[in-house]
């Protein structure tokens, strides 16, 4: 590869400062909060490939007391006793580590989370990605949980990263997909043990020539137990390296379509026509960046970035690349307007992980928080101003089709190895907060502190006992009508809260309509703007938290 020339250099330099904007104010309170848990991610080289991955995590409240509550994964080192942690929110912005109490401690190489009611029992349960055998841990109801993997006759041995739940066949159960990514094995074949070159510095190998692995579609059976569906729903075909995924009804057709970010590989689209799929990415234009090319996706966030009623993609992809934004046209097809955008050159300098749309200053236009670090601790050394620990990146929704970078925190301790990030309000006042799950440090717990923000509401979905996972909903202040879905999974190997948060701007009052999954409408009426509300399947009024 030839050297970047002086120009390019300094271009790249220019790109990668911080946004020279009055940025928003996000403040990190992670060690004031309780969460004391250090991410253990293998060696500090990074020899291997399954060393640099490792941190994933999210908000979801275990014990339905009202308070949102961490979880997060990482990797083995020979001094590590766990690679997960259970934080419990105990109130006023607190936690408390209840790892050992609730048994959810995962020794291993732990990558992603989705939590989902899968049993129907009326408390959210715990599916974990790994490297080995996946683990499926059951919510028992009393702050505690039960391995279940082998009697829901799951555990798939792969190397799974991405993980969501969604009622794909309507039938009124939460079906299972999960991103698998390569074979991989410690002592096994030279190309895994021994050093690669990247840019001229050591590289851990891969995933380039390694074997890619079949992700799985799991059905829900309704009786405690998963069946592979893969072959079944027209999902087998070629191997992808899977990264992200994120379910999403596309096509505004009723059921949820799946998109798969895939690692130098095509990404998927599986459109959903009744409960069999056809990929659809390259006709709808998601397969690849609008110039043609295959790029490296890891997260994913689905979402209506510009309250067209149409849900948008968002890819974030490898250093030197941009990460993509797909525009949804509303004709079954999707365009790459990253640069027009505003987030193509901005994001080139760095590796893009987790990441999500959020309304963080509550205008009513979804902004874009990116997680960002490199694969390579020696990446510096290659010259072209490339850092391993990078800066992550928050995107203010200009309402126009534009984002504009703004800072979050440009201090120096603020860069990290990230991977993981959710988004949740854990602190109960009205506004979205973050998670990042860094790499061989601790997360970064950030509280939104933002000032002057607008009006809000938060929903939460209830369809009997059940989280009304799939149920689409519109909110209109009669100058703005915007719509969210409830969704598990997306980013990478996270979970942000599945309650729907709007920004309202001004308005004091706004109109709710639901879309319950199977169709069936409900409408509220001048909502009174910042509350907590409980909506629940056919009952005619609104809880209040």
Request: net charge negative; glycine share 14%.
């Amino acid at each position: 590869m030839s050297k970047l020339s002086p120009l390019l250099v300094f271009l790249l330099f220019c790109i990668a400062l911080p946004a020279q904007s009055a940025g928003p104010q996000f403040t990190d309170v992670t060690q004031a909060a309780g969460i004391d848990f250090v991410n253990a991610a293998g060696s500090i080289d990074k020899q291997y490939i399954i060393e640099t991955q490792a941190a994933g995590g999210g908000f979801w409240d275990y014990d339905l007391d009202g308070r949102l509550d961490l979880f997060l994964t990482g990797g083995a080192r020979p001094d590590s006793t766990a690679g997960t942690a259970l934080y419990r929110g105990i109130g006023e912005g607190r936690f408390n580590d209840e790892t050992t109490r609730t048994g959810t401690g995962m020794k291993g190489w732990n990558m992603g989370v989705a939590f989902a009611d899968y049993d129907g029992d009326g408390d959210p349960d715990i599916y974990l990605t790994r490297w080995g055998r996946d683990a499926l841990l059951a919510n028992r109801g009393d702050g505690t949980f039960a391995d279940s993997t082998s009697a829901a006759m799951l555990g798939s041995e792969g190397w799974g990263i991405g993980a969501a739940f969604a009622d794909y066949d309507l039938d009124g159960d939460l079906d299972l997909y999960v991103a698998n990514y390569i074979d991989f094995e410690l002592g096994g074949s030279p190309f895994y043990d021994d050093w690669c070159s990247h840019n001229g510095v050591a590289a851990a190998c891969g995933p380039t020539g390694a074997t890619a692995q079949a992700d799985i579609l799991y059905r829900n059976e309704g009786d405690g137990t998963f069946s592979n569906a893969t072959r079944e729903a027209g999902m087998l075909g070629t191997n992808y390296y899977g990264m992200g995924a994120a379910w999403s009804d596309l096509d505004a057709d009723g059921d949820p379509d799946l998109y798969v970010a895939n690692d130098g590989h095509p990404n998927s689209l599986w459109r959903n026509d009744g409960g069999h799929f056809v990929n659809n990415s390259l006709v709808a234009g998601t397969a690849y960046s609008g110039d043609g090319r295959a790029q490296a996706g890891m997260g994913v966030a689905v979402a209506d970035f510009d309250n067209d009623l149409q849900i948008d993609i968002f890819v974030s992809n490898f250093t030197r690349d941009h990460n993509t934004l797909y525009r949804n046209t509303g004709r079954g097809f999707f365009a790459d307007i990253s640069g027009h955008a505003g987030l193509a050159g901005s994001s080139r300098p760095f590796m893009g992980w987790g990441t999500f749309f959020f309304d963080y200053d509550q205008d009513g236009w979804q902004d874009l928080f990116v997680a960002n670090g490199h694969l390579l601790p020696a990446i510096e050394r290659a010259g072209g101003g490339l850092r391993y620990r990078q800066r992550n990146q928050l995107y203010r929704n200009l309402g126009n089709g534009r984002f504009r970078e703004v800072s979050i925190d440009t201090s120096q301790s603020a860069r990290q190895v990230s991977r993981g990030a959710a988004y949740g309000d854990y602190d109960e006042d009205g506004d979205l907060d973050i998670l990042v799950c860094n790499l061989d440090a601790r997360p970064a717990l950030l509280r939104n502190d933002v000032p002057d923000k607008g009006h809000w509401i938060i929903l939460a979905l209830r369809s009997g006992g059940l989280e009304a996972v799939g149920a689409r909903v519109f909110v209109d202040t009669g100058d703005q009508r915007q719509t969210r879905e409830v969704q598990t999974g997306s980013s990478f190997q996270s979970q942000s809260d599945t309650r729907l948060h709007f920004g309202l701007e001004s308005a004091i009052t706004a109109d709710i309509e639901i879309i319950w999954p199977g169709g069936q409408r409900q409408v509220f009426h001048a909502v009174p703007a910042n509350h907590h509300y409980t909506i629940r399947r056919g009952v005619d009024h609104l809880i209040t938290e």
